[in-house]
């Protein structure tokens, strides 16, 4: 025989399933005003013509994308990004791996070193980049001093002659290698921390030295949390901005506009032009250009074998 419920019972048994959903209401909102809003706007705002604050417009369509694609200053931005992004990630995560493996050693005093490491992590990448400029720069820069020690001629990091800047770029590279190593170290270290050491012991009895141990089996385990430092850092890479700002005081580069990068010139359409159809558009192809490099990598990351 059927248990009969009470109204009490009935109204709990109803109300249950509502619940989660009166919880998830206040972040629903906030998702839908200040994520999902803004990104359907910039979609919208992409294909207006002539685009303005009050709302006015030209006219719609493909514009503001055809202006954006042949735009010499635009082409130059990409270049630039894709240089930074593909030299930045690369010896970034290297280097990475390599200190994050030293720092997961059980040496004494080592607390000291990963401190040293983590520091930049807490700090303002605009107000270091402040120090960095009087570490690059050409007469009483430590860095020039440091090359100066080994034979090197002084280098106008920060400068240019003759209407160029070679090493205008090589400046916020290493800057962008300094400035995300900590990150990624935090991240490697706890992927090795979570390296079960009976493989090292196994290792070890059947006498692999530390080059083979490091090889073949950290690496290997560590390739997962590789994959993934690699893939944030990429996308943080293409939006490459902060590391430009405080070496040319604001300016891409000691030209002005030698070092475009594309959320420099998307800031540059929007703020300084006020052709916000344009920035708009820049957007879009900027996130597609990141979407296409994510499943890229995720796919890499699927095939590979650990």
């Not at 055809?66 to 630039?80: D, K, Q």
């Not at 090197?152 to 770029?169: E, F, Q, R």
């Not at 070496?247 to 929007?270: D, R």
Request: with cysteine; net charge positive.
């Amino acid at each position: 025989m059927k248990k009969k419920h009470s109204e009490k019972e009935a109204r709990y048994i109803f109300n249950r399933p509502l619940e989660p959903l009166l919880y998830l209401i206040p972040f629903g909102l906030g998702l839908m005003v200040f994520t999902v809003y803004p990104i359907v706007n910039v979609v919208i705002m992409a294909f207006k013509e002539g685009y303005r604050l009050s709302g006015n417009y030209k006219g719609v369509g493909l514009g503001n994308f055809e202006y954006v694609l042949s735009n010499s200053a635009f082409r130059s931005a990409v270049g630039n990004t894709f240089i930074y992004v593909f030299t930045v990630v690369p010896i970034a995560t290297v280097l990475a791996i390599l200190i994050a493996n030293l720092l997961n050693q059980k040496i004494k005093g080592i607390a000291i070193f990963q401190t040293a490491y983590f520091l930049p992590m807490v700090t303002s990448s605009i107000a270091v980049g402040l120090s960095w400029r009087y570490l690059f720069n050409k007469e009483f820069g430590v860095i020039n001093f440091l090359l100066g020690l080994v034979g090197v001629d002084k280098i106008d990091w920060l400068g240019a002659t003759a209407g160029k800047a070679p090493w205008n770029i090589a400046t916020i590279i290493i800057f962008g290698i300094w400035n995300i190593l900590p990150f990624t170290i935090i991240l490697l270290l706890s992927g090795l921390q979570n390296i079960d050491p009976m493989y090292y012991t196994a290792a070890r009895v059947d006498g692999a030295n530390s080059t083979k141990i490091f090889f073949r089996i950290t690496v290997p385990l560590l390739a997962p949390t590789i994959f993934l430092t690699m893939l944030i850092n990429m996308i943080s890479a293409f939006k490459v901005y902060n590391e430009i700002i405080p070496f040319w005081s604001g300016k891409a580069g000691v030209l002005g506009n030698n070092l475009y990068t594309m959320v420099y010139y998307i800031k540059e359409l929007f703020y300084s032009k006020q052709q916000l159809g344009r920035a708009a558009a820049a957007s879009i192809v900027l996130f597609f250009i990141i979407f296409c490099f994510t499943m890229i990598q995720r796919y890499i990351q699927k095939k590979a074998t650990y």
